[in-house]
């Protein structure tokens, strides 16, 4: 199976992304998945991530060869960007061929908050701060790299951390239940159809 992430941006949510998608491939009993992340084009943004035409765009360029297609972007702190994905999941169902399937879920605030899942956390920091936190990236993330000494390598932590969190990815299920877990739900249940 051939699976395509499709980030606002891939410079630094790869890093992110790729390792816990593959994680979650093999949970739901696809180990061996290639899983890719878009890079053309480069969307630029939320913008982009959500605007039609470029969705159009990269189902064009992809469907022949992917079959699962995965877009995660950022929630922002943004109430009504669950509606807007499920828009572009019927858009983009329409778009692909039978037996293809495009998903799009929004991490809770950000994609970091993800990798932030899977790690041993500072013990004065509280989950549900960090859930509650718009910019969690800023807050969290980016200290939690920066007290590793991972701010100079490929993604700014994020490849390093990346890969951590998705060795723990039980854990990222667990505490990310409305976004993380919500997403695999769909991939199962679009396995089992």
Sequence with gaps: MNVL????DFRKDQYVLKPIIEAMMTE???PRSRVIVCKDPLLGGIDQALNKERITEIISRYKGM????LLCVDRDGNEGRQVRLRDLEIYAGELIPAGKCFLAENAWQEIEVWALAGLDLPSEWAWADIRAEINPKELYFESIANQRGLLEE???GRKSLGIEAARR?????QLCPEDFAALEVKVRNWLEA
């Design 154 to 156: 490929p993604g700014e």
């Design 5 to 8: 992430i499709i980030p606002e």
């Design 28 to 30: 739901v009993g696809r």
């Design 169 to 173: 990815y039980n854990r990222i299920k």
């Design 66 to 69: 992917v079959d699962l297609f």
